[in-house]
């Protein structure tokens, strides 16, 4: 018995296209990490739409405009994050309150991307990097598609200074 799940299970591996086996990380407008990096694989088209929606958050840090932001953030939609230790949260109005209306000064040196995104009907879940000067912020979102719309319901981040700054 052993010996034929051992059989099956090296069967279903050879039968396996390489593209399916490497890790989804590589995307637009990023360098991949590896001197190989891994084969392009195809995009559901609810994956393109969240990408889509995602690109309005994108939009909204590189232009500073509060409308972008709106565009995919559920008016419900909390932002939780730890500052100084302590739990923090943050609602969708008061994040594109904040908002400048004009792109960074030093725009020209911050990057970007969707790092992945991974769909299962009208949920998904989305990892963000900004990658900026003096820090490296990694955002992660939950969305739900909702009457057609993909919206962030939710965002947790991570923010890490850079050193040598």
Known sequence: MKNVLMLALAAAVIATPAAAQAPAHAHAGHAAHSAHPAPERAVSAEEAEVRAALQHYLNGHA????????AVMHPEMKMMFIRD???TQRTSAEYIAGTSGRPAADESQR?????????????????????YPTTRLTDYFTLLKIDGEWKIMNKIFHAEPKTGN
Request: no cysteine; net charge negative; proline share 0%.
């Open 63 to 70: 232009t500073g405009l509060g409308s972008e932001f709106a």
């Open 85 to 87: 230790g302590q739990l």
């Open 111 to 131: 990057r970007r991307w969707i790092e992945s995104v991974d769909v299962t009907g009208n949920a998904a879940v989305a990892k963000i990097v900004l990658d």
